[in-house]
Each structure stands twice: as structure tokens, then as C-alpha cells.
T-cell receptor
Framework: DQQVKQNSPSLSVQEGRISILNCDYTNSMFDYFLWYKKYPAEGPTFLISISSIKDKNEDGRFTVFLNKSAKHLSLHIVPSQPGDSAVYFCAASGAGGTSYGKLTFGQGTILTVHP | GAVVSQHPSRVICKSGTSVKIECRSLDFQATTMFWYRQFPKQSLMLMATSNEGSKATYEQGVEKDKFLINHASLTLSTLTVTSAHPEDSSFYIC????????????FGAGTRLSVL
């Protein structure tokens, strides 16, 4: 049962353009969402997060949008740079009870930014 | 950001031996650490939650006798893969949370385990 889904296994973008990575979730108890970036043979690096009480959070070139009614979030990177090429994971967590602190990850999207 | 160190980065062992992986929080104290496993082209799957001074909480389907977790101090958690077999070959990653904000986890660099 994949509660967090990233339906696009890969995305290719030209340098300077916008990269949009999408993520869908099914569990309505999730109330905190995160994006991680991962290079091969390394652990994920935290990028940006958003609480369910917000619909947008921005940090430099990275913006995360949350649509709770659609159970959908997206990560926008603009402008995209070759160094952004990596695997991007969407993750979700729910507050309270035994699920507190646990992250459920999507399958990841491989982003390639071409010079 | 917080730094989590994981050691070793890569280990190759013979079938039947045990392997210990260490996860350290370098610049903060972590009462809670998490252990994940990642198979090729798949997502990170949570194996267990490691709590300092108490027993680890394992996810459904994870054998606690196979994957021993010890969280003896606020900066160190260890995962021991006992009697490793080729099917245990995988990428193991730990993470730690800072303070009481458990939503943001900081990850180690991971350990590539290959069992021959």
C-alpha cells in the first residue's frame, strides 16, 4: 500500500527553466510534508517542508505547494541548475499516536538538468 | 543543518557473519533515531525507531532478532545485522531528529552492505 506516490520516475529540464516535481498521498492523517534530495550512495538531504496549515512555503529557488483537498503537493525549482540533478523524494508524516515522527517516502523522481 | 555520521560507508561480508553499523549525531543530541533500508530503484523503507535508553520499535515484517538495534547514548545508535545472508544486501540509512521537532530528520550517508 503506497501511501505516498511520485508517479514520474524521471524528469528532464533545461538549465534556467522551472522544474516541477509532483507527489500524491492517500492518508488524510498526514499533516507534515517534506522534500529530500539524494545523490547516489549518499543519504537524503533535507530541502524544504510544509505544514498542512499552509498551502505554500518558499526557500530561495525552492517552493513547495500543498493542495490538501487533492492530497497533492509539488516542488518547484526555479531557475533549475545542473547541480540540482539528483533523486528527489517526497515524504509525509502524521502527528500524534504511533505515527509521530515516522516518515513515509515516495518512490523518488530522478531530476536531470541539462546545461 | 545537523550532521549525522554513519559508519562504515561500505561493507562486504561472508554469509553467516554479523555486521554492525553505527549512526552518530555529531553536533546535537538525538533521543530518537530511525533506521531505513533502500533496495535498488525503490524508496526508503522504515525498519525501526531507535529510542535512547529503551527498546527499539520495529516496523511490521522486520525481524527484531535479525536486526538488533542499540541506542545506548544520546549520540549513538547501532544496527547489527546478525547472521547476514545475501538477501540482506541493501543500502541501510539512519536518521536522527533534532530536539522535539521530530518531523525533520537528518540522514547519515548510508551503508552499502554486500553479503557474499
Amino acid at each position: 500500500d503506497q501511501q505516498v506516490k511520485q508517479n514520474s520516475p524521471s524528469l528532464s529540464v533545461q538549465e534556467g527553466r522551472i522544474s516541477i516535481l509532483n507527489c500524491d498521498y492517500t492518508n488524510s492523517m498526514f499533516d507534515y510534508f517534506l522534500w529530500y534530495k539524494k545523490y547516489p550512495a549518499e543519504g537524503p538531504t533535507f530541502l524544504i517542508s510544509i505544514s498542512s496549515i499552509k498551502d505554500k512555503n518558499e526557500d530561495g529557488r525552492f517552493t513547495v505547494f500543498l493542495n490538501k483537498s487533492a492530497k497533492h503537493l509539488s516542488l518547484h525549482i526555479v531557475p533549475s541548475q545542473p547541480g540540482d540533478s539528483a533523486v528527489y523524494f517526497c515524504a509525509a508524516s502524521g502527528a500524534g499516536g504511533t505515527s509521530y515522527g515516522k516518515l513515509t517516502f515516495g518512490q523518488g523522481t530522478i531530476l536531470t538538468v541539462h546545461p | 543543518g545537523a550532521v549525522v555520521s554513519q559508519h562504515p560507508s561500505r561493507v562486504i561480508c561472508k554469509s553467516g557473519t554479523s555486521v554492525k553499523i553505527e549512526c552518530r549525531s555529531l553536533d546535537f543530541q538525538a533521543t530518537t533515531m530511525f533506521w531505513y533500508r533502500q533496495f535498488p530503484k525503490q524508496s526508503l523503507m522504515l525498519m525501526a525507531t531507535s529510542n535512547e535508553g529503551s527498546k527499539a520499535t520495529y516496523e511490521q515484517g522486520v525481524e527484531k532478532d535479525k536486526f538488533l538495534i542499540n541506542h545506548a547514548s544520546l549520540t549513538l545508535s547501532t544496527l547489527t545485522v546478525t547472521s547476514a545472508h545475501p538477501e540482506d544486501s541493501s543500502f541501510y540509512i539512519c536518521s536522527a531528529v533534532v530536539g522535539t521537532t521530530q518531523n525533520i530528520q537528518y540522514f547519515g550517508a548510508g551503508t552499502r552492505l554486500s553479503v557474499l
